[in-house]
């Protein structure tokens, strides 16, 4: 019954002080955070200099130093389609273990890290696919994480992309000044 009123409380207060109230239904982790607010070490990633949980349900981008949290960027939007990728153009966002295979200036995204997609996981999903006769494309590339030209999509988490992963323009430049090439990213639903 606490847990319901500490849930109902905070919809009411995120309401009243102008807060999105998306925020008012993520879960809370066992420590009493919201779950986009989870500092908790990853002991599993402490042999990774950095490592990035991308976290579709929380729609935040948390990176980590040895397994140690580091910073949690909030306003992450997604592809235009809900659902694992397949194909080139099904305008999803891919799930699943990556790492940043190149970075580059950006002229309308700012900066652009570019994920090594498609792993061999995603190309055997778009064989499959081929098979099912759901498309004869390609699973695609050039996916990656980036700004936004329009910053109030992310702030009112409109998934706009045709599969990157959108930050704001701040964390995004604040994010690449932080992580090198190789960095795992973990994009999870």
Not at 29 to 48: C, F, I, M, V, Y
């Amino acid at each position: 019954m606490a847990r319901l009123f500490d849930r109902f409380l905070l919809a009411i207060l995120l309401g009243v002080f102008g807060v999105p109230l998306a925020i008012a239904h993520a879960e809370l982790s066992p420590n009493g955070l919201l779950s986009w607010e989870d500092r908790r070490p990853l002991p599993w990633a402490a042999q990774e200099e950095f490592f990035l949980l991308v976290d579709r349900s929380c729609r935040t981008a948390t990176l980590y130093r040895a397994g140690v949290w580091q910073k949690t960027y909030r306003h992450v939007v997604f592809g235009r389609e809900d659902g694992q990728k397949s194909f080139e153009g099904d305008r999803r966002t891919p799930e699943g273990l990556y790492r940043i295979g190149a970075r580059r200036h950006h002229p309308r995204w700012a900066r652009f890290l570019l994920l090594d997609y498609p792993n061999a996981t995603d190309r055997s999903a778009n064989r499959r696919a081929v098979r099912r006769g759901q498309t004869n494309r390609g699973p695609g590339g050039e996916i990656g994480i980036h700004g936004t030209d329009d910053s109030t999509l992310n702030w009112n988490s409109v998934d706009w992309t045709l599969g990157c992963i959108s930050l704001l323009d701040a964390d995004v430049e604040d994010l690449y000044r932080r992580v090198p090439t190789g960095t795992p990213v973990w994009i999870r639903r």
